[in-house]
């Protein structure tokens, strides 16, 4: 298996599996997030429209931000991007496949390989060291463990926890923790990162060292939708999906826009 962090975009997006026939050669341009009309309600003392028809194309390699305020629907959007969970109504496609058809298995295997998801509070397990934390999904894409660890250490190496491959999720820092998500969300070679508010429980220092990493995952060819409450943390991507009460209302292009480099964490100042 290749190092995937550290292969130019082109090998990468030949290197491993059917979803990577979505990039081209030049690394952008062909959709590999196709939401299409897609509203989702959730049903609890009422109906909530988390989201109201909503459309929304990502080009593969592209670097995406979504802001809002709290409840818009960000984390929806990124929860039915990722299959973890269905629309109501309409269709989302990712890497060339219809998400709503898919099995509960089928897009939990997806998430496994194709799709990588970052979560604000890491979402790691206690009891598994680093390695064995980022080795964990290969068991879905047919790795025996040999290669499971070798890879786990590899990915570890790239996002700077060379030094921290047996410490437990208690024995890492908030901003290691993150890089161990981060890590494990990159084991499988997914072709597009999700992450939600992935600075949100770091401060701003961790924060602005999560953003940089994300920028290199971005420049090695990755698609990665990324929400943020924060626009200096948003304005790391190439363009901003404004959302409001489930709607969105407006896609600001960033990408000449220079991040300031005190990333905005929500915990101000240094
Ligand atoms: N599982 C659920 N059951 C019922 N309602 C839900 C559920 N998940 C989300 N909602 C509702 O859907 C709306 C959108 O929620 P969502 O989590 O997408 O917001 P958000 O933009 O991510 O907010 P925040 O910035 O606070 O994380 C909210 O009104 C929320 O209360
Ligand atoms: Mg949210």
Redo the contacts with the bound molecule.
């Keep these: 298996m290749t190092s995937v962090p550290n292969d130019p975009p082109t090998e990468r997006s030949v290197s491993a599996g059917e979803s990577r026939s979505q990039t081209t050669s030049e690394g952008a341009s062909t959709p590999i997030v196709s939401v299409d009309g897609v509203t989702k309600r959730?049903?609890?003392g009422g109906t909530?429209t988390?989201l109201d028809d909503v459309s929304l194309s990502l080009d593969a390699g592209s670097y995406t931000a979504v802001m809002?305020?709290?409840?818009?629907?960000?984390?929806?959007?990124l929860n039915l991007v990722g299959g973890l969970d269905t629309a109501d109504e309409g269709s989302v496609r990712v890497a060339d496949d219809d998400l709503g058809a898919a099995s509960e298995s089928r897009r939990a295997a997806k998430r496994g390989t194709d799709i990588g998801f970052v979560f604000q509070t890491f979402n790691l397990m206690p009891r598994l060291t680093a390695v064995e934390n980022v080795a964990l999904p290969l068991v879905f894409d047919g790795w025996d463990r040999t290669e499971r660890l070798d890879r786990a250490r590899t990915v570890l190496d790239d996002v700077g926890l060379g030094s921290r491959y047996d410490h437990k999720p208690n024995e890492l820092s908030g901003g290691q923790r993150q890089r161990v998500a981060i890590a494990r969300a990159l084991a499988p070679e997914p072709s597009i990162l999700l992450a939600?508010?992935p600075t949100g429980n770091v401060d701003t220092e961790t924060g602005a060292e999560i953003m940089g990493l994300l920028s290199e995952i971005h420049e090695r060819g990755n698609t990665i939708l990324l929400?943020s409450?924060s626009r200096r943390i948003a304005e790391h991507a190439e363009q901003i999906v404004h959302?409001r009460d489930?709607l969105i209302e407006e896609i600001e292009d960033v990408s000449e826009t220079t991040p300031d480099s005190d990333v905005g964490t929500g915990r101000r100042g240094r």
């Excluded at 809002?68 to 959007?77: F, I, M, N, V």
């Design positions: 959730y049903q609890l909530v988390a809002g305020p709290s409840g818009s629907g960000k984390s929806t959007l939600d508010e929400v409450h959302v489930g």
